[in-house]
C-alpha cells in the first residue's frame, strides 16, 4: 500500500491540525483546491477548516455553509452547545446549525478528499472525529441545447449536457414514476466517474439490470472520459464492426428505451447516453417516425432502409457490374456508363477505391477543421475537386454520382455510430466486387450477414426481431403502426402486457348516444330545442297581448265612437 | 444451456434445404425423364417425402433428446452407431456434390465461366465453414431471412414470366404414362432425401417436440409451394424441351423474364435471392458431417472438425464439378441411387429396428 493510500485510509484525528497537515499533503502543489479556516459560535469556539476546489464548486452554495456555521443563531448554537458530546459534535452541527439540505457526515479522510474532488466542500471541525461533506456541486456547465447528431423536425429540441444529473432530469421529467430507478456507481480509479444506471421496476426484465450492472462492475480502468470507454467494454461482440450499444444525446429516445423495458447508462461529463440491449433497426430509426403520423413515419423509416441498402451497395453493385457482368446492364444504360469511361486510364475498382477515399477525406476534413472553413472544404470538393476530376479524366461522372449517392444515403442514417460501420463494411465488400465480381459479392454480403445474425446485444439477437422473427414486435419494424395499435411493449420487457388500451379513433355514432361527443352533441340539441321552446312561448304570448291590445283598441275606439255619436245627437237636440 | 430453434426455424431449414436445387437442376434431369410432365414428378416426390419424414420424426420421438447417432447408439451398441456416423458422414458429403453442382454452374456459367473452378468451391466452403462455426442457430436464422427471399423471388418471377406462359404447353399430362413420373420423382426424392438426414440430426434441436410432426409436414407444404411454380412456369414459358437441355433450367427461365426495359434479365435477382438458400445447404451439409464425424470420433464438439470436413467435402465437391458431363452422370446416376438407398436404409432399419428393442428405449430414458 502507497502512502498516499495510507493516508486515505486512515480516520479522521481529534486535532485539528493533525487533519488539516494529512489534507494538504495529499492535495499539496494543486493551485485550485480552497483552505478556509473559521471559529464555531459555540462557548469552546472550536476552529474549522473547510476545504473544496475552486471551479466545480458553486461558491453561493459554500459561503451559504460558512455562514450556517459561523453566524448561526444563538438558539441553535446552544442547542449545539447541550446536544454534543466529542464525539458526535458533527453530527450535532448538521442536525441544528447547518441549512444545507444534503450534508453528511464523514468518518474516513477517503470520504472527505472524494467529497472535495467530486466537487463538494468538506469541512473539519477542532476535537471531533467525524468531518461534514456539504453538497456543493456547480460551476459552470453547458446549457441544455438541441442535440447536434440527432435532429428532428418535430419533436423535444432538449438534448443531453455533460451533467449528469441534468440529463437524469431531462428523462425523470418524462417519467414521472415511482417505478423509475437511477442507481449510482463510480467507475474509474482515477477520474471517478459517476454512473447511472436507470430502468423502470415491472417493465425492465431483472436478469438484463443484473447483467448490466455485473458488467459495468467488471470493468477496471483508470479513466472513464466517455460513454464509449463503458461501451467497448460491455459489448457482446467486441471485434464486431456493427454497435451493439445504442448512444444517443436524446432524452425522449432513451425515455422510450426504458417504457420498453431497456436499461440506460448515464455517464457523467458526456452527452452521450447508452441503451442497452440494441437491436440492428434501433440504429435506423429516427425518433421523427413516432411524432408524425404513422404513414409519414413508415415512410421516411423505408426511405432510410433503402438508403442503407444504397449506401451498403450500390458502390460495389457498380464495380461488379462494369467490370465483369456488363450484359445485365441495359444497352442504353450500358453504352452511356462505357462513353463517360471511355478516357478513363483506371479500373473501376481503383476509380471507386479512389473516389470513395477522397470523399471521406472530405467528410472528415469537413468535420474537424473550423465550422466556416469546413463549409469551405466540403464546397471545394465536391463541386472543384469533382468537377476538375472528371474533366481531367480521371474518374468518370457516373462513378461521381454513385460516390454521391452513396453519401447522402450514409448521411440519412439517424445513427451516426451505424453510419460509422457502414463506411466501414462498404470498403471489404467493394473490394471482393471488384476482384471476385458477383461470387465476391456474395461471399463478402453473406460474411457479414452470417456475422450479424450471429452476435447479440445483452442475450437479445442483434437482427430481432426480424430474425429470429418475432410476429409480436412486427408493429414497429418495417411499418410503424399507429400507437392506438400497439398495445403490448415489445417482447424483450419484462411486462409485455397492455401498454395501452385506446382503441382505434372513429368518428361519434349517431345512433349510439354512449359516446361523451355523442351527449355532447344531445345536450346541444336540447339546450336549442330549449330557447327554441321558449322562443315560441314568448311569441305566442306576445301575439295574444297584440291581440289583447287589439281587441281593447277596437272596443275603446267603438266606445269613442257612440260616445261621440251620443254626443252629435244631443248638440242636435239642443 | 442446450442451443434450441423454434419450429418456424426448422420449417425455414427444411423450405431452405430443398429449394436451391429443385427449382433449377432438378427439373432440368425430371424434364429429360418426362418432359411436361415435370410437375407431376415433383407431386408424387413430395408425397413421399411427407411420408419419410414423418416416419423420421416417429424415430426421433422414441429418444426426443437424442438425434440419429445417439439414438442407433444406445439401441444397437457403440460400434454400430459409429457405423451409423460413418454412413451419415459418407451420404453428406456425397450430397456435397450436387450441392456444389448447384453453387457452382449457377455462377459460373452464367457470370463468371473464366473465373477459376477452385474459387467457387473455396469461397462456398469458406460461407459455409464461418456459419457452422456459430452453430445451427445461426443457420437457422438466416434460414428465417431466406424463406423471404425465396417468396421475393418467386413473386418476381412469376410477375416477369407469366406474359410469356402458355397454359397448352403443360398439355399433354402424363404423356409417357403413369410409371415414368413415379420413377423419375427420384430425382426429386433424392433432394428430400438431404432434407430428411438433416432431420434426424436436428429435430431433437427443435423447441416444441408436440409441433415436431406439425412443423415438418408444414414444412414440406411450404416448400412444395415455392418449388411447384417453376415446373410449371418453366414448361409454360421455356417448354419441357428447351428445359431439358440446360443443366441449370432456372437460370434460363430468370433469363428469359423481364419487367419492362431496365429489368430486363433475372439472373442476378435469381443469384440474390436464392443464395441464401444454397449456402444454407452448403452450411448443413457441413454441419451435419462434423456432428457426424465428432460423434463418430466420439469428440464433445464439432468445431475442430470444420476444417477437415471442409476440405473432405470441398475436394469432393470439386471433383464432381469439374465438368458438366460428369457432374450430370453423378447428379442423375450414383447420387441419385446411393442418397435414396442410404436414406431408405437407415430410416428403415432404424425405424423396424426400434419395435424391437422397446426395452433399451426405456431404459436410456429412465
Not at chain 1, 450535532?92 to 467529497?115: D, F, P, R
Amino acid at each position: 500500500m502507497s502512502n498516499v493510500e495510507q493516508k486515505m485510509n486512515q480516520n479522521l484525528s481529534r486535532n485539528i491540525d493533525t487533519n488539516v497537515k494529512v489534507i494538504q499533503s495529499l492535495l499539496k502543489q494543486n493551485d485550485d483546491v480552497v483552505e478556509r479556516t473559521f471559529y464555531l459560535p459555540n462557548q469552546q469556539g472550536n476552529k474549522g477548516t473547510l476545504f473544496y476546489v475552486e471551479g466545480i464548486v458553486d461558491t453561493d452554495k459554500i459561503e451559504r455553509a460558512l455562514k450556517d456555521l459561523m453566524y448561526t443563531s444563538s438558539a441553535n448554537s446552544n442547542a449545539v452547545q447541550t446536544t454534543s458530546t466529542e464525539s458526535n459534535l458533527a453530527m450535532s452541527i448538521q442536525t441544528h446549525m447547518s441549512h444545507n439540505s444534503s450534508v453528511k457526515v464523514a468518518n474516513t479522510l477517503q470520504e472527505g478528499i472524494n467529497g472535495i474532488l467530486l466537487g463538494d466542500c468538506f469541512c473539519i471541525i477542532d476535537q471531533s472525529e467525524q468531518g461534514l461533506i456539504f453538497s456543493g456541486k456547480g460551476g459552470e456547465k453547458r446549457s441544455v441545447e438541441e442535440p447536434m447528431a440527432e435532429q428532428v423536425v418535430r419533436g423535444p429540441r432538449d438534448g443531453f449536457t455533460e451533467d449528469i444529473r441534468t440529463n437524469t432530469a431531462l428523462v425523470r421529467r418524462r417519467i414521472r414514476d415511482v417505478h423509475l430507478k437511477v442507481e449510482g456507481l463510480e467507475l474509474g480509479t482515477k477520474t471517478k466517474t459517476t454512473i447511472n444506471v436507470s430502468y423502470i421496476n415491472g417493465i425492465v426484465k431483472e436478469s438484463l439490470v443484473e447483467e448490466v450492472k455485473q458488467r459495468l462492475n467488471k470493468i477496471e480502468i483508470d479513466g472513464i472520459l466517455e460513454s464509449n470507454y463503458i461501451e467497448e467494454m460491455i459489448r457482446d461482440a467486441p471485434y464486431s464492426p456493427f454497435s451493439t450499444v445504442l448512444n444517443t444525446e436524446r432524452p425522449d429516445k432513451v425515455a422510450a428505451a426504458l417504457l420498453e423495458g431497456r436499461v440506460a447508462i448515464f455517464v457523467d461529463n458526456t452527452p452521450f447516453v447508452l441503451v442497452v440491449p440494441a437491436h440492428f433497426w434501433d440504429f435506423l430509426q429516427a425518433s421523427d417516425d413516432y411524432y408524425l403520423n404513422f404513414l409519414t413515419g413508415t415512410f421516411i423509416r423505408w426511405v432510410r432502409y433503402i438508403a442503407f441498402i444504397i449506401s451498403l451497395t450500390i458502390p460495389s453493385i457498380y464495380v461488379l457490374l462494369t467490370s465483369f457482368h456488363q450484359e445485365m446492364i441495359p444497352t442504353a444504360l450500358a453504352l452511356t456508363i462505357a462513353s463517360g469511361r471511355e478516357v478513363i486510364p483506371f479500373p473501376v475498382l481503383f476509380e471507386a477505391l479512389v473516389m470513395e477515399i477522397i470523399f471521406e477525406l472530405m467528410r472528415e476534413a469537413g468535420l474537424r477543421m473550423p465550422k466556416p472553413i469546413g463549409q469551405a472544404v466540403s464546397i471545394v470538393g465536391s463541386l472543384i475537386i469533382g468537377q476538375a476530376a472528371v474533366q481531367a479524366g480521371i474518374v468518370s461522372p457516373f462513378m461521381v454520382i454513385i460516390v454521391a449517392l452513396t453519401g447522402i444515403s450514409s448521411f440519412s442514417i439517424p445513427n451516426f455510430s451505424a453510419s460509422y460501420s457502414i463506411r466501414l463494411i462498404r470498403f471489404p465488400l467493394l473490394i471482393a466486387s471488384g476482384t471476385l465480381g458477383l461470387l465476391g459479392f456474395i461471399g463478402m454480403f453473406f460474411l457479414l450477414a452470417i456475422h450479424a445474425v450471429s452476435i447479440r446485444s445483452f442475450g437479445e439477437s442483434y437482427l430481432a426481431p426480424a430474425t429470429p422473427f418475432k410476429p409480436k414486435d412486427q408493429k414497429d419494424l418495417l411499418i410503424r403502426f399507429p400507437w392506438w395499435h400497439m398495445k403490448n411493449r415489445p417482447e424483450l420487457a419484462a411486462d409485455n402486457g397492455i401498454r395501452e388500451a385506446n382503441e382505434k379513433p372513429a368518428p361519434p355514432d349517431k345512433g349510439n348516444s354512449e359516446t361523451a361527443s355523442n351527449k355532447i352533441s344531445d345536450e346541444m340539441n336540447s339546450d336549442a330545442n330549449t330557447t327554441s321552446t321558449a322562443n315560441k312561448k314568448d311569441a305566442s304570448v306576445q301575439r295574444k297581448k297584440s291581440k289583447r291590445i287589439k281587441r281593447k283598441t277596437v272596443k275603446l275606439k267603438d266606445l269613442m265612437k257612440d260616445k261621440n255619436d251620443e254626443d252629435q245627437k244631443s248638440q242636435d237636440n239642443e | 444451456m442446450k442451443i434450441k430453434i423454434t419450429n418456424g426455424m426448422y420449417m425455414a431449414l427444411i423450405i431452405n434445404m430443398v429449394y436451391a436445387k429443385s427449382i433449377g437442376v432438378t427439373q432440368g434431369s425430371i424434364a429429360r425423364d418426362v418432359g411436361s410432365d415435370m410437375w407431376i414428378s415433383t407431386i408424387i416426390a413430395t408425397v413421399s417425402a411427407m411420408l419419410l419424414i414423418l416416419l423420421t420424426v416417429m424415430i426421433i420421438r422414441r429418444m426426443p433428446k437424442a438425434d440419429i447417432f445417439d439414438q442407433s447408439k444406445a439401441m444397437l451398441g457403440p460400434w454400430v452407431g459409429k457405423l451409423i456416423c460413418l454412413v451419415i458422414f459418407i451420404f453428406f458429403t456425397l450430397s456435397f456434390g450436387p450441392i456444389m453442382v448447384t453453387f457452382v454452374f449457377h455462377l459460373k456459367d452464367f457470370f463468371l465461366p473464366e473465373a477459376p473452378l477452385f474459387l467457387f468451391v473455396f469461397i462456398a466452403v469458406l460461407v459455409g465453414g464461418f456459419a457452422i462455426y456459430f452453430g445451427i442457430e445461426v443457420i437457422a436464422r438466416m434460414a428465417l431471412i431466406g424463406v423471404f427471399s425465396i417468396l421475393l423471388l418467386n413473386g418476381l418471377l412469376i410477375l416477369g414470366a407469366l406474359e410469356d406462359f402458355d397454359v397448352r404447353e403443360l398439355l399433354p399430362v402424363f404423356e409417357f404414362g403413369i410409371t415414368k413420373p413415379v420413377i423419375a420423382s427420384r430425382h426429386h426424392l433424392a433432394d428430400w432425401s438431404i432434407v430428411i438426414m438433416m432431420c434426424l440430426i436436428i429435430l431433437p434441436l427443435v423447441d416444441n417436440q408436440k409441433e415436431w410432426g406439425r412443423s415438418s409436414l408444414v414444412g414440406v407444404i411450404f416448400s412444395f409451394i415455392f418449388i411447384v411454380m417453376w415446373p410449371i412456369l418453366e414448361t409454360g414459358v421455356l417448354t419441357s424441351q428447351v428445359t431439358s437441355q440446360y443443366l441449370i433450367a432456372c437460370m434460363q427461365m430468370a433469363r428469359s423474364a423481364h419487367l419492362g426495359f431496365f429489368l430486363h434479365r433475372y439472373e442476378m435477382f435469381m443469384i440474390a435471392f436464392f443464395g441464401i438458400s444454397i449456402l444454407t445447404q452448403i452450411a448443413i451439409a457441413l454441419l451435419c458431417g462434423s456432428v457426424a464425424l465428432s460423434k463418430l470420433f466420439g469428440l464433445k464438439d464439432f468445431r475442430p472438425l470444420i476444417i477437415p470436413v471442409s476440405l473432405i467435402m470441398g475436394g469432393y465437391g470439386y471433383w464432381v464439378v469439374q465438368s458438366h458431363n460428369h457432374a450430370m452422370d453423378i447428379l442423375e446416376n450414383s447420387w441419385v441411387s446411393l442418397s435414396l438407398s442410404i436414406t431408405l436404409g437407415v430410416v428403415g432399419v432404424v425405424w423396424i429396428l426400434g419395435f424391437f428393442l422397446k426395452k433399451k428405449f426405456k431404459s436410456e430414458k429412465g
